[in-house]
């Protein structure tokens, strides 16, 4: 079976070592990384992660969910395949000016994507792509054939999810909303 | 020290150092005199402070708490954090650290506890201003015994111990991304109960979940409602009593032959508060493949983890037992029942007699543990440590009472045992603490025996002495051509030994002085050593050889009686 590309979504607290606790999971259930994004979420100290990965076993893509969502700091994890989602990523790339002069298909092949010049000087033109992976990706190797690439980097892919539903934000909202109806019955309890 | 006393502790198994000094300077002041509210026990290695404290914890449902210090301090309570994390057991470690600002300096003593300790623990947090004590201290209390319970390590660094603030007390009941006890779904209980209105052949398996979660009263009128049998895992022993008619035996690699080969006939098992350790399971492609298979356990990880689901039922068993009970129709299932008789008295008949009443040559661990099952009347608690030890004394001992199995289930952590039972000696007053012993896994933590010297703690000590490492040997017999690579042990004279300890010594080798010996063990005020000379190569049988289907259970070694 072929492989498949899932994106996983971790909201946690913004607390130390929570990077480490997260990809801890990863190793142990032998599971390769092939990108991770972490940054601020919308929501208050909450940090966000886009994890994608290429797995063949749904069913070992929910237990590492799982077990990711058990460790304390984090507030919600799931997986998505591509059609659930909005993705975007970027990459830089720095060519050699010489080479592009010389074949001029590279600047067509450039163009073709979206992308911009940051700099061109007689040595190098650095190239900004904001695109998907798999767009990325292929301009890579299409470049790479002309062995122009000086220095190529790329983002790690940033997700955001499909539908009308914000799990993360039902999610804390009705947990809160428990916890009080909790505490208040509890104060019922010792006042009767 | 106005945090734990906040949090109700009273028991604190710890060991000083250089980094916890202003912590046990407070200490001093709070374990004597006005103030004090602790009573602090001095062990004599640290990987004894945190035993000490799960044998605390099982007896008792409280949490065990340690005190230590930092670098070889805590790292010697490690192996004791990833056994209370896998046998989720409620701990709270309060480790010394070297001053945040001499953090990351590789100073004297210094251990990145942080990274060490995550994988292994259910929270681990630095400590890094006094005023965030209250806070992370009710905050790890709460963690530690809510949920799935778990160790939780707090790492204290120096200057965090010295400064002063004012303390505010601080109540945490509530983690935004923690929820502690899912609510049932009543779908799911739905489905579970239909699934169970129409089986000819249930069968529960259960677990120390039902400990954990205090709901062995509610799993007993679940179980006669529906009329359940119930085959139990090494852990979950004590969560419906030995004598319960609907109880048919111990789960697992050597567990009892008629749960482990009649999971395979049930048209539909609950699990309730286990987790299909591979112990139990056996090999996976074989497992459970006929049943429809409900999942009970407040823990979301481990469901469809081992064994794939059809009801899954993510929930605190204290409160979705009751509300089972009511879906669920009264049954009756005697036939199936019934069926368990044949393979109970084919092991009876060919392992267990000859285990606890053999009629001639040394003594054998089996008689051994029913000699003192015999004398308590399975009122006692049963510590374990580790081996042939452990599989004979949770086979032959009996558990009328509640929380009275205590032995490393998940992580099998020889030289357990000892610190385990002393441990349990602070909570359980009334019941006597009887632990069984190889003399591999006493000899790991052997200096304990000062701890039992000097806090007079009652255990009763019963070591099962037969020069071997027993279980690695059986193996190495049955797996690798009796190639015996160092598993014969030499051992001292424990006489002496206990001598030196002021503990009372008695040693049998003729089985027809053991129930007297074992009255004298019983009946002594304070701590016994009992050493009972073993048969060196006996094997402890039945057995599913490792990797192998639980309808392959073996009676005898080298043959396939299953």
Request: glycine share 8%; net charge negative; hydrophobic share 40%.
């Amino acid at each position: 079976m072929d492989k498949q590309l899932y994106t996983i979504l971790i909201y946690s607290e913004n607390v130390v070592g929570i990077l480490n606790l997260v990809t801890a999971v990863f190793t142990r259930l032998q599971v390769n990384i092939e990108s991770l994004n972490v940054s601020p979420s919308g929501i208050p100290n909450v940090h966000k992660y886009t994890v994608t990965i290429f797995s063949d076993d749904e069913q070992q893509v929910k237990k590492l969910v799982k077990q990711i969502e058990k460790k304390v700091d984090v507030i919600k994890a799931d997986y998505y395949l591509d059609s659930e989602i909005f993705t975007s990523e970027v990459a830089l790339f720095k060519i050699s000016t010489p080479i592009v002069m010389a074949h001029p298909e590279i600047s067509r092949l450039i163009r073709h994507t979206d992308s911009r010049m940051l700099e061109v000087n007689e040595t190098y033109i650095s190239v900004h792509v904001c695109s998907s992976s798999k767009i990325i990706i292929e301009l890579y190797k299409a470049l790479a054939r002309f062995k122009c690439i000086l220095q190529y980097t790329r983002s790690g892919c940033v997700a955001i999810t499909r539908g009308k539903e914000e799990k993360v934000s039902a999610f804390l909202k009705e947990h809160q909303n428990a916890q009080l109806r909790f505490m208040e019955e509890g104060i019922n309890n010792d006042e009767a | 020290m106005e945090s734990l006393k906040a949090q109700g502790v009273q028991t604190i198994f710890g060991y000083p150092g250089g980094s916890i000094m202003p912590v046990y300077d407070a200490l001093y002041d709070y374990t004597r005199g006005e103030k004090k509210a602790f009573d602090h026990i001095l062990v004599r290695h640290e990987q004894g402070a945190i035993h000490a404290a799960q044998g605390f914890a099982r007896v008792s449902g409280a949490v065990g708490t340690v005190i230590v210090t930092s670098g070889p301090g805590v790292a010697n309570t490690l192996t004791g954090v990833a056994d209370a994390m896998i046998d989720s057991t409620p701990v709270v470690v309060i480790a010394g650290q070297v001053g945040v600002g001499v953090l990351g300096s590789d100073a004297f003593q210094e251990l990145d506890l942080i990274t060490v300790a995550q994988p292994i623990c259910k929270w681990v947090y630095q400590i890094r201003r006094p005023e965030d004590i209250p806070w992370a201290v009710s905050k790890a209390y709460y963690l530690a015994k809510s949920g799935r319970p778990g160790p939780v390590v707090l790492d204290f660094p120096k200057n965090a111990q010295v400064s002063k603030c004012d303390y505010m007390p601080s109540t945490v009941n509530f983690v935004r991304s923690y929820i502690a006890s899912p609510l049932p779904k009543d779908d799911a209980m739905r489905e579970a109960a239909a699934l169970l209105n129409s089986a000819q052949k249930p069968l529960a398996l259960v677990g120390q979940g039902v400990e954990l979660g205090g709901a062995q009263e509610e799993l007993k009128t679940f179980l006669e409602k529906a009329d359940i049998p119930a085959g139990r895992t090494m852990l979950g022993l004590s969560a419906l009593p030995s004598n319960h008619p609907l109880n048919v035996g111990m789960l697992g690699m050597h567990g009892n032959l008629a749960p482990n080969l009649k999971q395979q006939e049930a048209d539909v098992v609950i699990a309730i508060g286990m987790r299909f350790s591979d112990r139990v399971t056996g090999n996976l492609n074989t497992y459970l493949k006929q049943a429809k298979v409900i999942h009970l356990d407040i823990d979301n990880a481990e469901i469809d983890k081992n064994v794939k689901t059809d009801v899954a039922i993510v929930a605190d068993c204290k409160e979705a037992l009751p509300m089972l009970t009511a879906l669920v129709h009264k049954a009756d299932h005697k036939a199936w029942r019934d069926s368990f008789a044949p393979l109970n008295e084919r092991e009876q008949s060919r392992v267990i007699e000859k285990a606890i009443h053999p009629q001639s040559g040394p003594l054998l661990m089996g008689e051994v543990v029913n000699a003192v099952a015999e004398a308590t009347q399975g009122m006692g608690v049963t510590v374990t440590d580790v081996g042939q030890n452990q599989l004979f004394a949770t086979r032959y001992s009996r558990y009328h009472t509640p929380r009275s199995i205590i032995t490393s289930g998940g992580l099998g952590t020889m030289g357990y045992g000892l610190p385990a039972a002393i441990g349990a000696t602070f909570a359980e007053k009334e019941r006597p603490v009887c632990v069984f012993l190889g003399d591999g896994g006493l000899q790991m933590v052997i200096q304990e025996l000062g701890t039992i010297m000097e806090y007079h703690c009652p255990v009763k000590i019963v070591l099962m002495n037969n020069n071997f490492l027993g279980n690695v040997r059986q193996w190495q017999n049955m797996f690798f051509q009796k190639r015996y690579a160092f598993t014969h042990m030499l051992n001292p004279d424990y006489a002496q030994i206990c001598a030196g300890y002021g503990i009372a010594y008695e040693r049998v080798t003729d089985r027809n002085d053991l129930p007297a010996a074992v009255e004298r063990m019983l009946a002594a005020k304070g701590a016994y050593f009992l050493e009972t000379v073993i048969m060196e190569e006996d094997d402890v049988m039945p057995m599913t050889p490792p990797g192998a289907s639980v309808n392959d259970m073996m009676l005898e070694k080298e043959a396939n009686n299953g």
